[in-house]
């Protein structure tokens, strides 16, 4: 027979505890996304102004910033005028192609822009 001071499975209000189970260790390999320049390539066709305007417009630079940038165009041939994943880098290089002529100059097309990994 049963001893009546021990519980029995089938109580009511009996709570049966389990200990869980010990989860594996886990590693701790970070996956970092990969990062591209959109560069920025200079061109003799467009103005100083026009350049400026495009980086305001699509990057969203301060008034100085575009300076800067539109300073390094000019002096060292290119500059890196953003840093993102992939498909951004993409969006804002085909977004430089699509931004117009320089009316200024009478331009035909918008300035080459090219990405390349960081």
């Known amino acids: 027979m049963d001893d009546p001071s021990e519980p029995s499975d089938n109580e009511p209000g009996m709570t049966v505890v389990v200990a869980p189970r010990r989860a594996r260790a886990a590693k701790s390999t970070e996956r970092r996304v990969p990062r591209y320049h959109v560069i920025l390539w200079d061109s003799e066709d467009h103005t100083f102004e026009y350049v400026q305007q495009m980086l305001r417009e699509l990057f969203g630079h301060s008034s ?46 918008s300035m080459s822009a090219s990405i390349e990994a960081e």
């Not at 977004?95 to 035909?108: M, P, S, V, W, Y």
């Open 64 to 109: 100085q910033e575009c300076v800067k940038l539109a300073k390094q165009v000019d002096a060292e041939g290119r500059a890196v005028v953003l840093t993102t994943t992939l498909e951004h880098a993409e969006l804002k290089r085909d977004q430089i192609h699509a931004f117009g002529k320089d009316e200024e100059r009478g331009t035909a097309g």
